[in-house]
């Protein structure tokens, strides 16, 4: 019981550490996929974690979820900065289309006349 509180402590741990280095642009993919990797390790220790008996473990266990606040408010963080860059390639998708073709939403049939003479 007490390795499996401690795995999961030193997993919490790093996943602290690595959410609280600054990220670049062009290195955001690996950091994203080290964070999904790391929450998918302590997803598997607590699932099988028991609840803690010792006042130790009890501290740990505490440690543990102050940690996990703060990590839940950073990815928060990085989801938004995410879904901000989305939109963002959105609109310039939406930009780029309209001004290769800016008649495209247009649909008027002006002009149109159809001789019925046979």
Same mark, same amino acid.
């Given at each position: 019981?007490?390795?499996?509180?401690?795995? /999961? !402590?030193? /997993?919490?741990?790093?996943? !602290?550490?690595?959410?609280?280095?600054?990220?670049?642009?062009?290195?955001?993919? #690996? !950091?994203?996929?080290?964070?999904? #990797? /790391?929450?998918?390790?302590?997803?598997?220790? /607590?699932?099988?974690?028991?609840?803690?008996?010792?006042?130790? @473990?009890? @501290?740990?266990? +505490?440690?543990?979820?102050?940690?996990?606040?703060?990590?839940? @408010?950073? +990815?928060?963080?990085?989801?938004?900065?995410?879904?901000?860059?989305?939109? #963002?390639?959105?609109?310039?998708?939406?930009?780029?289309?309209?001004?290769?073709?800016? !008649?495209?939403? +247009?649909?008027?049939?002006?002009?149109?006349?159809?001789?019925?003479?046979?």
């Amino acid at each position: 019981m007490s390795s499996s509180l401690d795995n /999961l !402590y030193d /997993l919490t741990k790093s996943l !602290y550490d690595h959410l609280q280095t600054p990220v670049m642009e062009s290195e955001r993919e #690996g !950091y994203i996929e080290k964070i999904d #990797g /790391l929450l998918e390790q302590r997803e598997e220790i /607590l699932s099988a974690l028991q609840p803690p008996n010792t006042a130790e @473990e009890k @501290e740990r266990a +505490l440690r543990i979820i102050q940690m996990n606040e703060v990590i839940d @408010e950073k +990815l928060k963080e990085i989801k938004h900065a995410i879904m901000g860059d989305i939109r #963002g390639l959105r609109m310039k998708k939406k930009q780029a289309n309209h001004y290769a073709n800016p !008649y495209a939403n +247009l649909s008027s049939m002006d002009g149109t006349f159809y001789d019925k003479k046979k």
